[in-house]
């Protein structure tokens, strides 16, 4: 369930981009069908949008492989693009043609006319993070180091979506050729057969195969052709558009309620950002009819809600057949062509399409807000934090109540977020440089969870807070962009705090000698002689510190790691009696963004005394000007001392 609610996430990226192209696609219909043509407007309007409609699954594979990635850089987003040109290419008719040795491409098998769909894109966008997590860390021989690392990443995406196509290859046509068989038997079943189609195609949107299902119905597949009939007013009345009616009342109606369910029941630190789904998702669902904003955004993340909907768009179907009632599209099913079909010869009792529909917005409200509050389904808004992705534009991990409580008051000691200019952080503390240096309450500060504040010169201001300070600075900068609001009334988070999911306690806070192996070669000098003031003043806590000679960080004792970081020039870790030590390589080298320092533990793995933490170019950071000096800090007892063996 949390791969479903993370993958749920990941498909808000590409989605959030939906609704506007879908309203210009309307549009430029709406203004071609009135105006008896197309003309620049239309045309224009239309290309617009359907850059991103007609593209729909290429985003998909972008955006899934940006939001399952961890800590995603780019290089993921690149790797899905990879996977997808790979596959669409090597199944693409023109290249079957060369594969099966036919003649002409109007021989080759039909269903690679589809392969460009959903379904195609969401395994694409899957490869290419898997490919990412799995091997944008490996390490190659010398000769090879050039495509160590994250190079590697898009090699091994393409050799993996290489052995893909091959199997879609067999396997699609199987596929394709038994929906078309099906939906065509299903037309025998008058009215029950088509609830069933209506059930079936709304089930097949997540995978992209509805089109396959829709093809025998709205063309010439067998025989219907019920969209160019009611297009061109030469069907049979009373049966034309039977196929169509029913998805009117749903798409206009029925998910907008699902909608206002789901914004209802959000949290209310984050109805903001289900607010912009949500709404946008229900107002090209209504005009245009395009509903794939507000499908996404529950199908995967609460899978019972989309079989209901499909339940519901499948007796609405049958419902419509039975009235009758009959109306038709050339686009989807909402406002704009339910006006434009009103006076088609086709169109019978189209009157009753708002009636139905007012009877499904509140059936779709009432079972959806019914079903998410007993069964506390994760739709917009009520996602658990831990099971989101990070690293997208719908990342919420960092908005967990009490790093938000911190950086609520963090932002109102600091003058407010309109005198914050710029928000970085590195192991420790917060660098920000203000409008008004004068508006900063260092007693605030300290009162909302930090460990102490220094004022470098200028408009900069450092916040000393501990190895949990990204997730303060995450939860400001969401505050700070309207995504997230503080919580009013709660305890903030400590300054200093043990790894998250340790047991381990400190069990003895008194003036105690914390004796540890030496973590790297070099000269042992006191923390005094640190440039730095938070280190040099022990802020952050008492150790000492390391002029290197060594390139590698080594566990100074058996523990836990309890926090790694992006740059990779510090690791936190916990030892087996609670005391937590952070050990940082240089002054200021977070601004190296990882260039010269490579992490070789994970956060919450076991170490022993000796294990290698991380290793590091000395050379690279006295070429970038920075002191290579390396304390080793104790962050939670300010009265031990520390002794190196």
């Keep these: 369930m949390k791969f479903l609610q993370r993958l749920g996430r990941s498909i808000m990226l590409p989605v959030a981009v939906l609704p506007v192209a879908a309203i210009l696609s309307g549009i430029s219909y709406w203004i071609s069908s009135a105006t008896g043509g197309a003309n620049i407007f239309s045309a224009f309007l239309g290309a617009a949008g359907g850059a991103l409609l007609d593209n729909m699954a290429l985003l ?55 392969v460009q769909n959903v379904f195609v894109g969401i395994i694409c966008g899957l490869i290419g993070a898997y490919c990412y997590n799995k091997f944008k860390d490996t390490r190659l021989p010398d000769a090879l180091s050039f495509f160590s690392g994250k190079r590697s990443v898009a090699i091994v995406t393409a050799g993996f979506s290489l052995v893909v196509a091959i199997v879609l290859f067999f396997v699609w046509p199987f596929v394709y050729t038994g929906l078309v068989t099906f ?35 709205w063309f010439d ?92 768009t499948g007796i609405s179907m049958a419902i419509s057949q039975i009235l009758p009632v009959r109306m038709g599209f050339g686009f989807s099913g909402g406002f704009i062509d339910l006006v434009l079909g009103w006076m088609n010869p086709m169109a019978q009792n189209p009157w009753l399409i708002p009636v139905m529909g007012v009877f499904w917005f509140f059936v779709y409200f009432g079972v959806f807000y019914f079903l998410i509050k007993r069964f506390n389904l994760k739709t917009p808004g009520r996602e658990d934090d831990d099971t989101l992705s990070q690293g997208t534009e719908y990342d919420t991990s960092s908005t967990d109540d009490k790093y938000l409580v911190t950086a609520g008051r963090f932002l109102t000691a600091l003058g407010g977020k309109e005198n914050i200019t710029d928000l970085e952080n590195c192991a420790t503390r917060l660098r920000l440089e203000v409008g008004d240096v004068s508006k900063v309450d260092d007693a605030a500060l300290k009162r909302a969870g930090a460990a102490g504040t220094m004022k470098p010169g200028g408009k900069s201001v450092q916040v000393v807070y501990g190895t949990n ?27 200093v705090e043990a790894a998250a999911g340790s047991t381990a306690v400190l069990t003895d806070t008194a003036k105690a000698t914390v004796t540890l192996r030496q973590p790297l070669e070099g000269r042992v000098v006191p923390l ?17 510190a390391i002029q290197p000679t060594g390139d590698t960080v080594v566990a100074p004792a058996d523990g ?5 970081f992006d740059t990779s020039h510090a690791v936190a870790l916990v030892l087996e009696d609670g005391t937590e030590l952070l050990i940082h390589v240089g002054i200021d080298t977070v601004g190296m963004k990882g260039d010269g320092f490579q992490t070789l533990v994970e956060k919450g793995q076991k170490v022993t005394a000796g294990t290698p933490l991380l290793r590091f170019d000395l050379a690279k950071i006295q070429a970038a000007g920075h002191p290579a000096i390396t304390p080793v800090i104790v962050l939670n007892n300010e009265d031990a001392t520390v002794a190196f063996e």
């Design 183 to 217: 939906g065509e038997w299903i037309v025998t079943l008058g009215p029950f057969g088509t609830g069933i189609y209506g059930f079936l195609n709304r089930l097949l949107i997540p995978v992209g195969l509805h089109h396959a299902l829709n093809s025998v119905f």
């Design 560 to 564: 836990t790691i309890g926090a790694t």
């Design 221 to 312: 597949v067998a025989g219907i052709n019920d969209l160019n009939n009611f297009l061109a007013g030469e069907g049979t009345y009373g049966v034309t558009g039977q196929y169509m009616t029913g998805f009117f009342p749903v798409m206009m109606f029925g998910l907008p309620g699902a909608a206002l369910a789901m914004y209802l029941t959000a949290k209310t630190t984050k109805k903001k950002i289900a607010y912009g789904i949500l709404l946008g998702g229900a107002i090209s669902s209504f005009f245009v009819g395009v509903t794939e904003p507000l499908e996404f955004a529950f199908m995967f993340v609460a899978p019972l809600l989309y079989v209901v909907h499909a339940v519901f």
């Design 528 to 544: 005094s002689e640190v440039p730095d003031p938070t280190f040099a003043q022990g802020i952050m806590g008492p150790g000492l």
């Design 469 to 495: 300070v990204q997730f303060v600075k995450d939860a400001m900068e969401a505050i700070m962009n309207g995504q997230a609001e503080a919580p009013v009334g709660a305890t903030p988070e400590p300054a």
């Design 60 to 114: 998909f594979a972008v955006g899934i492989s940006i939001g399952m990635a961890n800590k995603s850089d780019g290089t993921s987003a690149l790797a899905g693009l990879v996977s997808w040109l790979t596959v669409t290419t090597l199944l693409k008719p023109e290249t079957v043609m060369l594969f099966t040795g036919v003649d002409d491409v109007n021989q080759v098998d039909p269903a690679f006319l589809k």
